[in-house]
């Protein structure tokens, strides 16, 4: 048979291609390199994954010491990380890495997706590997604190310390790797995520974005992918792979991006592994942190917050906290409907209390008169407590929900059960402004706020991802209403449909709007875009938001029993001391 030089080529070409990946000496058992050991169990009590049962495999490295806490890494799809024949070879690569000092004592957890049996043999299982892997939110990590990790930890010592913990994934295991870092970084700090799919499988390509407005989690992110891997109905990996990698550089992680030229399979990131896990673990124990932003980006995030100031606790133990307002000096006042009481952050920075018996208020406003205005949800009522201490009720018979005050002492207030906006004024019965259930889809307004110069009416809505904004008519109508601004979501939860949560919100002197919601406090510009998201205080959902101090520059959250606050860049307004913001860059 005659071989042309073009077959030699292909052929010589292809064999080259078959040597750029071949696993290392670091892949190889080596003579004289101590050996852990793997222990193989089975998990079938979950909670969150009700009926499955997985497989699992703990790698114990011949170096642990009981008297010491050891390093932690988690590994999604554990059956072929832990096989000693396979492409990863996970075991073999630890027992070298740890015996050179290129990285510490770690002992490993490798865990498969869960599988919910069928009954019989005639009826096929329910397999949760996308559902586990592929989805947002916390329920995945949920599952590894809760159930898996305690379990391992009753029998070695595990770090607490996030920086001591990495957790690592392939293609769906890539992103529920990165995932659970994402949504708990105060338990994984170190990724690894090989040929990770950041597509549209259950939502994942939305991750670039989220990236590129959140305040930073202290990350470590190593990616690998190929310009060959998948380009199906979901998306192209490769080109949601280049999207993290740019969004993280962008956002100033500690980021790594290994490019090769394979498709969706294991050689070229199996290749690469014992240096990943030399780049993930260098300089250890230092911990791994975000580099600063580079200077001729402009992240808004950076811009609204203030280095140095975050989140500090102002007060805790009540029953049900919300409400915030602002009064005169920059004093923040707000709810425990609970408790029936209203607070005062006093000049010493702690809560005392201001009022008792509110009626269950749940949301409080000062007005141009010196009058504090009150939703007294129990007393189904809008009252105002003047400066002399009079009462005087403004409406009666709804739920009031949250308030707004206009200068001549006009209320706006929500009334969520009804779907509804009122207008209640002195002398006259309070009415209808805004029906959700007839002139447009307000599933639950909540928060509602007058724009800084009183020329809008924003109402925030719990229920969808679409927060409203209305022009005050001369008679105080609310007329020319939009769904203006698309706040981002969080993934559906076994609570429920997924919602934004937005409760209370606040606006700065640039006319941005700061709205408590599950996945952070969003801020919108002008224009009605998220353009930042500062991580919530606490794992509870917020529920009010204000600014605050003596330069209106610090903003105080209440999020279910706790009061927090945190100093920004950004001043914010008083509701009775209007002001026109400069005009928005569209």
């Known amino acids: 048979m005659k071989i042309t030089l073009a077959a030699l080529f292909l052929l010589s070409a292809a064999l080259a291609r078959a040597d750029e990946y071949a696993l290392g000496p670091d892949s190889q058992r080596r003579p004289g390199v101590p050996e852990g050991k793997v222990v193989h169990s089975t998990w079938s009590s979950s909670h969150v994954y009700p009926g499955t049962t997985r497989d699992y495999w703990?790698?114990?490295?011949?170096?642990?010491?009981?008297?010491?806490?050891?390093?932690?890494?988690?590994?999604?799809?554990?059956?072929?990380?832990?096989?000693?024949?396979?492409?990863?070879?996970?075991?073999?690569?630890?027992?070298?890495?740890?015996?050179?000092?290129a990285m510490p004592v770690t002992i490993a957890v490798f865990i498969d997706p869960g599988v919910l049996v069928a009954p019989s043999d005639l009826q096929q299982n329910r397999y949760n590997r996308s559902y586990e892997y592929d989805a947002l939110g916390p329920r995945y990590a949920r599952f590894l604190l809760d159930e898996i990790l305690p379990e391992v930890g009753r029998q070695y010592r595990l770090s607490a310390d996030p920086n001591d913990r990495a957790i690592a994934g392939a293609s769906s295991g890539g992103i529920a790797a990165f995932t659970a870092a994402w949504e708990r970084p105060d338990a994984f700090r170190r990724v690894l995520s090989f040929i990770g799919s950041y597509t549209n499988l259950r939502g994942g390509d939305i991750y670039p974005n989220l990236i590129r407005k959140s305040e930073n989690r202290p990350l470590r992110v190593f990616l690998q992918d190929g310009y060959n891997d998948l380009n199906i109905y979901a998306g192209s990996?490769?080109?949601?792979?280049?999207?993290?990698?740019?969004?993280?550089?962008?956002?100033?992680?500690?980021?790594?991006?290994?490019?090769?030229?394979?498709?969706?399979?294991?050689?070229?990131?199996?290749?690469?592994?014992?240096?990943?896990?030399?780049?993930?673990?260098?300089?250890?124990?230092?911990?791994?942190?975000?580099?600063?932003?580079?200077?001729?980006?402009?992240?808004?995030?950076?811009?609204?917050l203030d280095p140095g100031n975050d989140w500090e606790a102002v007060g805790d133990g009540?029953?049900?906290?919300?409400?915030?307002?602002?009064?005169?000096?920059?004093?923040?006042?707000?709810?425990?409907?609970?408790?029936?009481?209203i607070y005062r952050v006093g000049p010493n920075g702690k809560p005392e209390i201001f009022k008792r018996d509110t009626g269950g208020?749940?949301?409080?406003?000062?007005?141009?008169?010196?009058?504090?205005?009150?939703?007294?949800?129990?007393?189904?009522?809008?009252?105002?407590?003047?400066?002399?201490?009079?009462v005087s009720v403004l409406a009666a018979g709804m739920e009031p929900n949250d308030l707004a005050v206009t200068l001549r002492g006009a209320?706006?207030?929500?009334?969520?059960?009804?779907?509804?906006?009122?207008?209640?004024?002195?002398?006259?019965?309070?009415?209808?402004?805004?029906?959700?259930?007839?002139?447009?889809?307000?599933?639950?307004?909540?928060?509602?706020?007058?724009?800084?110069?009183?020329?809008?009416?924003?109402v925030a809505d719990e229920?969808?991802?679409?927060?409203?904004?209305?022009?005050?008519?001369?008679?105080?109508?609310?007329?020319r209403g939009e769904p203006f601004y698309r706040l981002e979501m969080p993934d559906a939860e076994e609570k429920g449909p997924a919602r934004s949560g937005a409760a209370g919100l606040a606006f700065d002197t640039e006319g941005y709007?700061?709205?408590?919601?599950?996945?952070?406090?969003?801020?919108?510009?002008?224009?009605?875009?998220?353009?930042?998201?500062?991580?919530?205080?606490?794992?509870?959902?917020?529920?009010?938001?204000?600014?605050?101090?003596?330069?209106?520059q610090t903003l105080y959250v209440t999020s279910a029993?706790?009061?927090?606050?945190?100093?920004?860049?950004?001043?914010?307004?008083?509701?009775?001391?209007p002001v026109k913001p400069p005009q928005p860059g569209l």
């Open 513 to 552: 709007a700061y709205f408590a919601t599950q996945v952070g406090i969003q801020v919108c510009d002008q224009p009605g875009r998220v353009t930042a998201i500062i991580r919530n205080p606490s794992a509870a959902d917020p529920s009010g938001v204000v600014f605050g101090g003596a330069d209106m």
């Open 411 to 458: 209320v706006y207030f929500t009334d969520a059960s009804a779907h509804r906006v009122w207008l209640a004024e002195a002398g006259a019965r309070a009415r209808v402004v805004f029906d959700g259930n007839q002139d447009g889809n307000l599933e639950m307004p909540g928060g509602i706020r007058l724009f800084p110069d009183h020329s809008l009416a924003i």
């Open 561 to 577: 029993d706790k009061v927090f606050r945190r100093h920004l860049r950004r001043k914010g307004v008083l509701p009775w001391r």
């Open 58 to 101: 703990v790698y114990v490295p011949a170096q642990y010491d009981s008297a010491k806490p050891a390093c932690l890494m988690v590994f999604q799809d554990g059956r072929g990380f832990q096989s000693e024949t396979g492409s990863w070879r996970v075991p073999v690569v630890f027992d070298n890495l740890i015996a050179q000092g």
């Open 463 to 479: 229920g969808s991802r679409f927060s409203w904004s209305f022009q005050v008519a001369a008679d105080g109508s609310l007329v």
């Open 318 to 341: 009540y029953q049900i906290t919300g409400g915030t307002a602002v009064g005169p000096g920059g004093t923040v006042y707000f709810c425990d409907a609970g408790a029936s009481r």
């Open 237 to 304: 990996w490769y080109l949601g792979n280049q999207a993290m990698a740019r969004a993280l550089e962008f956002a100033g992680y500690d980021v790594n991006f290994e490019v090769g030229t394979e498709a969706h399979n294991s050689k070229h990131g199996a290749a690469v592994l014992p240096d990943a896990l030399r780049w993930l673990w260098r300089d250890y124990p230092a911990p791994a942190a975000a580099a600063p932003p580079r200077k001729a980006d402009r992240r808004f995030v950076t811009e609204i």
């Open 361 to 390: 208020a749940t949301a409080l406003v000062f007005g141009a008169d010196g009058s504090l205005y009150a939703a007294e949800h129990g007393r189904k009522r809008v009252a105002a407590y003047s400066p002399d201490g009079k």
